[in-house]
């Protein structure tokens, strides 16, 4: 069982689905070393956002706007803006419930299914399913028309849903690229252990492990998953000066020396190059961010660009069929 018992951390990436331990650090006077040569300094906690009001998307996702007021804001950047479908029961239908057809420009949609399954279809040929654990990254760029329904046979059966949608932005001169789209299963996402739960890296790297998403600029996306009953310490990685958003999804946190309830998110200053709190028993806790991109952000609807004049291109374009 290495890494326990020896003073070295533990990684377990899962790689097809198969995972694999693999130690590292070292231990006695080297590891002290090493540990004084590469000290780091933890972010500080800038602000804390209060839980939003809940709202219905379509008929099938009761989310929260986690970011409020600082959606659409450099402060945040390159997150956009955050939803979050707490768990809810939803009874057998033959019904469609979700979101219909509608586009997008300039920007990246990130789906995670925590509970349930999410379908998905668009304009560029993409149709697919994911469900818990799974991730949907999807680049709309230059224009993608896209729905969004729980899956038929999760319909049919009824069941918890939850899941959660973050909006990424993209540089300027990449808003026009092609559309992309990347499912990412759970169980080629890598993880890596620490004493009481594990991180899955879903975007950017942590304690030298990559994410399994490609991004067109440096964006942190990791789910940390506690499974101890007592409250544990948790480290992630935050390069310097990326923003950090810390994101209560289950249970609380408390990170330098303020308390994140739950649906509660933590913008942390971008000094440091980690984030350090502690988690309750048997929570999930999201960090989201990247280099912040110091562009303009102009939105309107589902379309983020740089100018206004982007903006009505983008409407005159849709609304001219030049999106399918």
Known sequence: NPGRGSGRARRVMRLAGRPTLVAVGCCGAAAEALSTATKMTGKSVKAVFPAQRAHWVGDGFYVFPVFGSKAFTNEISPMLMFDYAAPREFEPTEQQLGVGQHPHRGFETVTLALQ?????????????????????????????????????????????????????????????DPPRYQALLDANIPRVEFDGGYVRVIAGEHDGVPGAALTHSPVDLLHVLVDADDDVQVRLTSPQPHNALLFAARGHLTVDGKTVGESQVALMNTDGDH??????????????????????????????MSTQEELDQAMTDFYSGRFL
């Not at 990254?137 to 993608?144: D, E, L, S, V």
């Open 116 to 176: 349930g399954e999410i379908e998905h279809a668009d304009s560029a040929g993409h149709r697919d399913v994911i469900g818990k654990g799974d991730v949907q990254w999807m680049t709309a760029a230059k224009g993608i028309i896209h729905e969004e329904f729980h899956s038929r046979e999760f319909a049919r059966k009824g069941g918890t849903m939850e899941m959660c949608q973050l909006w990424v932005n993209l540089p300027r001169e990449r808003k026009m």
């Open 275 to 304: 984030v350090q709190f502690t988690a309750s028993p048997k929570s999930q806790i999201l960090l989201m961010g990247g280099l912040p991109l110091d562009e303009p952000i102009a939105n309107r609807g589902p379309f983020v």
